[in-house]
Nanobody
Framework: QVQLVESGGGLVQPGGSLRLSCAAS????????MGWYRQAPGKQRELVAV???????NYADSVKGRLTISRDYAKDTVYLQLNSLKPEDTAIYYC?????????WGQGTQVTVSS
């Protein structure tokens, strides 16, 4: 089992920035990939970024150049830096641990981009 706790969401104006954090516990953090997903109202959950246990990152086309995923092995934490935010980035952002065939999810953190 893995426990994930997200934080860092909030209300931000268009063009602003936020950094989301996801603290993991329960398994050896360095052994699994981590992802950030988001779900906007009325839409399906979508993958926005993933980082392997080795630190390689991939992004959805819609967020390339604006979002950066990173991980701190000493703190068992994965981050998502969101820059140049747009209203369409408004969603609940979920952290996900990918261990074998299973995905473990956090509770989500709300990001609202509005003036």
């Amino acid at each position: 089992q893995v426990q994930l706790v997200e934080s860092g969401g909030g209300l931000v104006q268009p063009g602003g920035s936020l950094r989301l954090s996801c603290a993991a516990s329960g398994r050896i953090f360095s052994m699994y990939a981590m992802g950030w997903y988001r779900q906007a109202p009325g839409k399906q959950r979508e993958l926005v970024a993933v980082i392997t246990n080795g630190g390689s990152a991939n992004y959805a086309d819609s967020v390339k150049g604006r979002l950066t995923i990173s991980r701190d092995y000493a703190k068992d934490t994965v981050y998502l830096q969101l820059n140049s935010l747009k209203p369409e980035d408004t969603a609940i952002y979920y952290c996900c641990a990918k261990i074998g065939l299973y995905d473990y999810w956090g509770q989500g953190t709300q990001v609202t981009v509005s003036s």
